[in-house]
């Protein structure tokens, strides 16, 4: 089974900030890395499929990157909505998730 | 544009099987997508359970596989997902997605997503 691990895990960061997730794949995968925004008691919204194209009606701060067995999400700068959690995803595994707050 | 909506018991005992259906609106289940179920423990992160394409073919958790079953109801534009045996563990909020595919295999990501249900196993 492929292991997907983010990191980190937990990050605090304020509006305006330019903040990177990270997604490494225990063995090299395919390029099928979708990268998810969830906010508490609401389904996971996707914002970027195939590592690096971003979903219609997702803003331009977000960007997708990597290849191989690394993938990054990066918010180019933070809004008050994007506090949330992320979550990385390959064809079927998820991610731990990766808990943006606000300092 | 099109929405999903999970239906069924909110509340199931432990040994029992849990049951949900995901009614599929705006589009057809007969697309070339696959239909997802992923839950979502209390305070936990998200696991795939199964998927179902409109011919019937699944594929499930390896995890799961042996206590899930999908099926897909093409007239009433709906899929199930049944898991049997259910223990505390399994108490999530239970969420169906589309997965979009191209050439059958998903490469555009889940979406959209029902909006989910809680299930809790307790007695």
């Known amino acids: 089974d492929i292991q997907l691990t983010q990191s980190p895990s937990f990050l605090s960061a304020s509006v305006g900030d330019r903040v990177t997730i990270t997604c490494r794949a225990s063995q090299g995968i395919s390029s099928y890395l979708a990268w998810y925004q969830q906010k508490p008691g609401k389904a996971p919204k996707l914002l970027i499929y195939a590592a690096s194209t971003l979903q219609s009606g997702v803003p331009s701060r977000f960007s997708g990157s990597g290849s191989g067995t690394e993938f990054t999400l990066t918010i180019s700068s933070l809004q008050p909505e994007d506090f949330a959690t992320y979550y990385c995803?390959?064809?079927?595994?998820f991610g731990q998730g990766t808990r943006l707050e606000i300092k | 544009q099109v929405q999903l909506q999970e239906s069924g018991p909110g509340l199931v005992k432990p040994s029992g099987t849990l049951s949900l259906t995901c009614a599929v609106s705006g589009g057809s289940i007969s697309s070339s997508n696959w239909w997802s179920w992923v839950r979502q423990p209390p305070g936990k992160g998200l696991e795939w359970i199964g998927e179902i394409y409109h011919s019937g073919s699944t594929n499930y958790n390896p995890s799961l596989k042996s206590r899930v079953t999908i099926s897909v109801d093409k007239s009433k534009n709906q899929f199930s997902l049944k898991l049997s045996s259910v223990t505390a563990a399994d108490t999530a909020v239970y969420y169906c997605?589309?997965?979009?595919?191209?050439?059958?295999?998903?490469?555009?990501?889940?979406?959209?997503w029902g909006q989910g249900t809680l299930v809790t196993v307790s007695s």
């Open positions: 995803q390959q064809l079927r595994d």
């Open positions: 997605a589309r997965g979009g595919a191209i050439f059958g295999v998903v490469i555009k990501g889940f979406d959209p």
